[in-house]
């Protein structure tokens, strides 16, 4: 079976941008591949972070992807640093990752214009640690938003690197785009983030999320209830995509276009569509709060399995550098 590898960050709330742009096809790719799902906290130690809430937002992050309905039925989950044989690779793919590569990165520009206080080397390093998350598994397939394309071809030049020089022991990964790559916050500028303040979390009140959905900004040239919109144009149409079916899509493209149908209307029926689908997500979210010990349980076992899966591919990569290995280790 095909081997997939993704991560997310627990750096703040899952928003609907994780959800629909990742974790909705983390799920549906659980029954074709072998999938591994990692909630990758020495990545979101590279800004800023409040380090009393970093051990619970680990915990809920976990149990976010769990209550969207990933399971050790069907995948593993586990948390980063309970598997440190990532940050060792890491290490050693620096010593084949020229540094101009690094700073050509997107999001290491955009990260360290908004950390101008903090440009630390981690931020710098960032997609070479996600090259070892990837690779330490020998994971072919990515799935991802279209903010980490550029990542994931930096992991294939790492492996393609590594494996001129040493041994041929990796695969050059590719990303998998969902059909909403990229989800605009409601300001309708910038990408969702948790950092942004510009999300919909996927666990808010219902009135919270109506308030952010209400004001949200649309297609900029419907100006007046009587202007026709474009819906190839509005941030919130993109959002319907994920959570409408066809027939819905289909009135609100011909409404919006024709002006009989206004952005609140447009709203209104992507809210509730929006709230039917997150609604059982909340049920469950709710029930595995009531019992975190057995979300626990599954990411200690997670990390279990692929430690195992880890230590083996470091042994190869080991012997493929020339390292000197006593016996005993
Ligand atoms: N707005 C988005 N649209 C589509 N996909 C998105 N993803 C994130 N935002 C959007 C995808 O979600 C997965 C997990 O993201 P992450 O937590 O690892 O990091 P991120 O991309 O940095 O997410 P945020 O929300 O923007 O976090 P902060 O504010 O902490 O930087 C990834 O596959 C990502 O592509």
């Known amino acids: 079976m095909k081997r997939i590898f993704s991560g997310i960050q627990p ?33 979101a130690i ?20 769990m209550a969207c309905g990933l399971s050790p039925d069907n995948c593993k989950i586990f948390v980063q640093s309970h598997v440190p044989e990532h940050t060792e690779l890491a290490w050693i793919f620096n010593c084949v990752t020229p540094i101009g590569e690094l700073e050509r990165m997107t999001q290491f520009k955009d990260k360290a214009r908004q950390h101008r206080e903090n440009i630390n080397m981690g931020l710098m390093d960032y997609p070479v640690l996600q090259a ?3 690779l330490i598994y020998k994971a072919g397939y990515v799935p991802v938003g279209e903010d980490q394309v550029q990542h994931i071809e930096l992991s294939r030049e790492v492996a393609r690197k590594f494996n001129n020089r040493f041994s041929p ?57 009587k202007d026709p919109g474009n819906p190839e144009l509005c941030n919130i149409y993109t959002i319907h995509r994920a959570f409408s079916g066809n027939e819905n ?60 899966m880890a230590q083996n591919t470091m042994e190869e990569v080991r012997t493929s550098l020339g390292l000197y290995r006593p016996k005993i280790l």
């Open 169 to 225: 022991l990796f695969p050059e990964p590719q990303a998998i785009l969902s059909h909403a790559p990229r989800i605009l916050g409601v300001d309708g500028i910038n990408k969702m983030s948790k950092s942004m303040n510009n999300y919909i979390g996927i666990l808010e009140d219902k009135d919270i999320i109506w308030e952010k959905l209400r004001t949200a900004v649309t297609d900029v040239n419907r100006v007046r209830r």
């Open 46 to 65: 590279t800004i800023e972070y409040d380090i009393e809430q970093l051990r619970q937002r680990t915990i809920d992050t976990g149990l976010i992807l």
């Open 249 to 308: 899509l289909l009135e609100i493209d011909k409404g919006c276009r024709s002006a009989s149908i206004g952005c609140i209307d447009c709203k209104k029926t992507l809210f509730e569509n929006m709230v039917k689908e997150l609604d059982p997500i909340r049920e469950k979210a709710e029930q595995l709060k009531k019992n975190e010990d057995y979300v626990k349980d599954v990411l200690m076992d997670g990390a279990k399995l692929c430690r195992e």
């Open 132 to 134: 070892a998350d990837i």
């Open 11 to 43: 750096t703040g709330e899952i928003h609907i941008g994780n959800y629909i742009g990742a974790i909705k096809q983390w799920i549906e790719l659980t029954s074709e591949y072998d999938c591994i799902y990692c909630v990758v906290d020495y990545h």
